[in-house]
T-cell receptor, first 112, second 109 residues
Framework: SAVISQKPSRDICQRGTSLTIQCQVD?????MFWYRQQPGQSLTLIAT?????????ESGFVIDKFPISRPNLTFSTLTVSNMSPEDSSIYLC?????????FGPGTRLTVL | GQQVMQIPQYQHVQEGEDFTTYCNSS?????IQWYKQRPGGHPVFLIQ?????EVKKQKRLTFQFGEAKKNSSLHITATQTTDVGTYFC?????????FGTGTRLQVFP
């Protein structure tokens, strides 16, 4: 399995600002994903971060709101843009190991 | 689109009692996975089931995949306080892994 770290672990942000979350993996992985988990809810896939090309977004998520970078096989960033209180969630980076998913510790975002 | 539902949503049990959570998919799955998320933590992989009717055990945990590969269950025998958390199933169909709604388990000592 891979060891995944995320920064920041938590943040409190003002409405209208943007936050970039970093995800670092200790080994090269082909597939990286970004999930959102709203309080008390399940995990929702935001997008698949593709190395060397644009991310693939799920229905309901757009690049302008959640731009993603994947400069290499061990690192990705997710930006939450023009934040509103509805964006308050835990954002989780995940990697695929075969068909399995391993998750980072998450970034707990509160938007005031 | 594909949906994966779990019941119950919440379960409170006395330590030592058994617990079962059920997972149902709207579509046939290639495999099903189970994850546990402790309060304040992130989901941690428990097991993957691939074959129709497959049953796997991990100590006090028994996982089952339905014959039609559309449902699954997780049974915990003699719960302990360390079992507290939310249990998610996740169904895979092609390259998509869809997480279930989750069952939150609370165990009272």
């Amino acid at each position: 399995s891979a060891v995944i770290s995320q920064k920041p672990s938590r943040d409190i942000c003002q409405r209208g600002t943007s936050l970039t979350i970093q995800c670092q993996v200790d080994s090269q992985v082909t597939m990286m994903f970004w999930y959102r988990q709203q309080p008390g809810q399940s995990l929702t896939l935001i997008a698949t971060a593709n190395q060397g090309s644009e991310a693939t977004y799920e229905s309901g998520f757009v690049i302008d709101k959640f731009p993603i970078s994947r400069p290499n096989l061990t690192f990705s960033t997710l930006t939450v843009s023009n934040m509103s209180p509805e964006d308050s969630s835990i954002y989780l980076c995940s990697v695929a190991w075969g068909s399995l998913r391993f998750f980072g510790p998450g970034t707990r975002l509160t938007v005031l | 689109g594909q949906q994966v539902m779990q019941i119950p949503q919440y379960q409170h049990v006395q330590e030592g009692e058994d617990f079962t959570t059920y997972c149902n998919s709207s579509t046939t799955l290639s495999n099903i996975q189970w994850y546990k998320q402790r309060p304040g933590g992130h989901p941690v992989f428990l097991i993957q089931l691939v074959k129709s009717g497959e049953v796997k055990k991990q100590k006090r945990l028994t996982f089952q995949f339905g014959e039609a590969k559309k449902n699954s269950s997780l049974h915990i025998t003699a719960t302990q306080t360390t079992d507290v958390g939310t249990y998610f199933c996740a169904g895979q169909n092609t390259d998509k892994l869809i997480f279930g709604t989750g069952t939150r388990l609370q165990v009272f000592p």
